[in-house]
Each structure stands twice: as structure tokens, then as C-alpha cells.
Nanobody, 125 residues
């Protein structure tokens, strides 16, 4: 099993950048493809970015391409999400997730087995 803890959320102004981190423990981090799923108020979680176990493969939702960047440092057991040009609609609780399904990346919540507690991101206009 793997435990995940997100950090880096907060209140930011529209147009600015924000970097989120997700620290993993409890298992071999490099075994797990990772993803980020923000959940806006009153809505279901939404896939935005995923990364393969090695970091060599990345996939983004069309809605965030060019603004969101997912990376990982297996030596630090951490996955990151960099968000640029933030918009009020980016306001959400951001969850990171780990999949035990293999080496590729995944876009569905059901393909992930472990979740963090989330970190709140609020973007003011």
C-alpha cells in the first residue's frame, strides 16, 4: 500500500502560478503511475493530469493542456502539479492518486487505488 499526502494549496490570485506536491510513503513509489483529480465545489472529481511510473509518459485533459504540468521525482517519492495562469474555475480540492495497475498512465478515477486527503486551492478573481 501507499499513503499520499498533498500540499501546496492555498489562496492565489487569478493569473498567478501554483505548485502542488504529493508525497508518498509506505511502498515503492516508482511502481505507481500517478494522477491528479481536482474536485470543484458541488461537482465530481475531474481528471487533469497523469504520469507513468518513470515519468516518461504524461497525459493531460484537453482543458488544461499548456497550463498544467505534471512531474515526478521517484528519488523523493513525490509527484508535482504545476499550474500556471490560474483561473477562478481552477478552484477545487486537488487530490493525487496512485494506481497499482501497471506502468502506464490512467485517466479514470476507478483506475486508481490510493488517494490522498486533498489540498484546497482557491483562485480569486
Amino acid at each position: 500500500q501507499v499513503q499520499l499526502v498533498e500540499s501546496g494549496g492555498g489562496l492565489v490570485q487569478a493569473g498567478g502560478p501554483l505548485g502542488l506536491s504529493c508525497a508518498a510513503s509506505g511502498s515503492t513509489f516508482s511502481n505507481y503511475p500517478m494522477g491528479w483529480f481536482p474536485q470543484a465545489p458541488g461537482k465530481e472529481g475531474e481528471f487533469v493530469a497523469a504520469i507513468s511510473w518513470s515519468g516518461g509518459g504524461k497525459y493531460y485533459a484537453d482543458s488544461v493542456k499548456g497550463r498544467f504540468t505534471i512531474t515526478r521525482e521517484n528519488a523523493k517519492n513525490t509527484v508535482y502539479l504545476q499550474i500556471n495562469s490560474m483561473k477562478p474555475e481552477d478552484t477545487a480540492v486537488y487530490y493525487c492518486a496512485a494506481s497499482s495497475r501497471g506502468t502506464f498512465f490512467y485517466t479514470l478515477e476507478s483506475q486508481y487505488d490510493y488517494w490522498g486527503q486533498g489540498t484546497q486551492v482557491t483562485v480569486s478573481s
